[in-house]
């Protein structure tokens, strides 16, 4: 049976980046998204955006819930490093209405098909705050695993911080079981 995604991702354009998009990386559920505490403002999600085109290798995608027609979050495919065919997948739920309904998970997922697909990645990975327990579920819903933890990597609001590694592997480039299974478990990292 063919599964089908009530989410669709198009290429972001600078049209997208409106006031609505800026506010949802500015809301307070959006604070561990990026886990650098920066502000961000239209021009410099604009810059960003511009420097991943130009230099090709940031490839952001709005998502957009087919039904509704709405605008819910973006997913962002990168930088892409090239030499080793890897990048970073961060996938992103700005839109409130959205939030705790497993429409992170289904991003992820369309963000992992273009990625292993189009871009042809062999790995898509990326490092979550330990306390976004919530992300780290969202990606290991989409078929990622937890890869490693990364002691104190963050310092938020003058807290030290590990990182949970997750990470996602191409199934062209990855034949071994090792890749589908996590060297962690939430279980062992959260003692749930």
């Known amino acids: 049976m063919t599964y089908m995604s009530a989410l669709k991702l198009i290429n972001l354009k600078i049209s997208h980046i409106s006031e609505e998009f800026v506010a949802w990386h500015n809301k307070e559920h959006s604070k561990l998204y990026s886990a650098s505490g920066r502000v961000f403002s ?9 420097n991943g085109i130009k230099n090709k290798n940031l490839f952001q995608y709005l998502v957009r819930h087919k039904k509704d027609k709405e605008n819910i979050g973006v997913i ?16 992103f739920i700005g839109n409130e209405n959205y939030l705790k309904k497993g429409f992170g998970s289904e991003a992820i997922r369309l963000g992992n098909d273009i990625a292993f697909n189009k871009l042809n990645l ?14 780290v579920k969202v990606y290991l819903k989409a078929n990622w695993i937890i890869e490693g933890i990364q002691k104190g990597h963050y310092l ?9 590694l997750v990470a996602c592997f191409n199934p062209r480039y990855f034949k071994n079981k090792i890749c589908k299974n996590s060297v962690f478990k939430i279980e062992d990292i959260y003692q749930l």
């Open 76 to 91: 962002k495919i990168g930088p892409i490093d090239k030499v080793h065919m890897k990048s970073d997948l961060v996938a």
């Open 42 to 50: 239209k021009a410099n999600l604009i810059s960003e955006f511009e």
């Open 156 to 164: 938020i609001k003058n807290k030290q911080e590990d990182a949970i």
């Open 122 to 135: 062999r790995k898509i990975h990326g490092p979550i705050v330990k306390s976004n327990i919530g992300a």
